[in-house]
T-cell receptor, first 113, second 113 residues
Framework: QQQVRQSPQSLTVWEGETAILNCSYENSAFDYFPWYQQFPGEGPALLIAIRSVSDKKEDGRFTIFFNKREKKLSLHITDSQPGDSATYFCAASAGGTGSKLSFGKGAKLTVSP | DPKIIQKPKYLVAVTGSEKILICEQYLGHNAMYWYRQSAKKPLEFMFSYSYQKLMDNQTASSRFQPQSSKKNHLDLQITALKPDDSATYFC????????????FGEGSRLIVV
């Protein structure tokens, strides 16, 4: 059973546009939601994370919007750059545990110059 | 310089054989993990260790055996290899076994023929 779902699976935007990646989850106990960025041939790297007590987390051009009632969150990448082209994974865990993360299948973002 | 070293980076193995994937972390973390990433599946949690003790095991098959000879080592022994074991195996670490950022290695890509 897929506990974390991502959409779209792939997205192409022009340089300077805002890319929006969506994520939804099933388990109401999830309270920690990191987004990981992965480049080909590399391991995933933490990009930004939010806890369920917040509804927004911002770090530079990256913002997470979180809706606990609907069990949905989204990652917004403003002023997208070609260097942002990567696969983005939404993940979730329960009980404040960052270790046993459940990952979505990932979303491949391509930023065209 | 990579802080989590995984060896080998690429590996081709014959069905039925046994291989060991090596992981060493130099982040001073006391928790280590193994995740698997297959072509059509999300990143799957396999094991977590804290202070060299097994904390969680989400892998059904006993063919997968983690081995921790030192605090900063967590190797993964895979016996009786099957083609379905083909995947990229990621080692990760964190400062504690709860609520902290996971840092991933670059992965070991295993192909079983």
């Amino acid at each position: 059973q897929q506990q974390v779902r991502q959409s779209p699976q792939s997205l192409t935007v022009w340089e300077g546009e805002t890319a929006i990646l969506n994520c939804s989850y099933e388990n109401s106990a999830f309270d920690y939601f990191p987004w990981y960025q992965q480049f080909p041939g590399e391991g995933p790297a933490l990009l930004i994370a939010i806890r369920s007590v917040s509804d927004k987390k911002e770090d530079g051009r990256f913002t997470i919007f979180f809706n606990k009632r609907e069990k949905k969150l989204s990652l917004h990448i403003t002023d997208s750059q070609p260097g942002d082209s990567a696969t983005y994974f939404c993940a979730a865990s329960a009980g404040g545990t960052g270790s046993k993360l459940s990952f979505g299948k990932g979303a491949k973002l391509t930023v065209s110059p | 310089d990579p802080k989590i070293i995984q060896k080998p980076k690429y590996l081709v193995a014959v069905t039925g054989s046994e291989k060991i994937l090596i992981c060493e972390q130099y982040l001073g973390h006391n928790a280590m993990y193994w995740y698997r990433q297959s072509a059509k599946k999300p990143l799957e949690f396999m094991f977590s260790y804290s202070y060299q003790k097994l904390m969680d095991n989400q892998t059904a098959s006993s063919r997968f055996q983690p081995q921790s000879s030192k605090k900063n080592h967590l190797d993964l022994q895979i016996t009786a290899l099957k083609p379905d074991d083909s995947a990229t195996y990621f080692c990760a670490s964190s400062q504690e076994n709860s609520g902290n950022t996971l840092y991933f290695g670059e992965g070991s890509r295993l192909i079983v023929v």
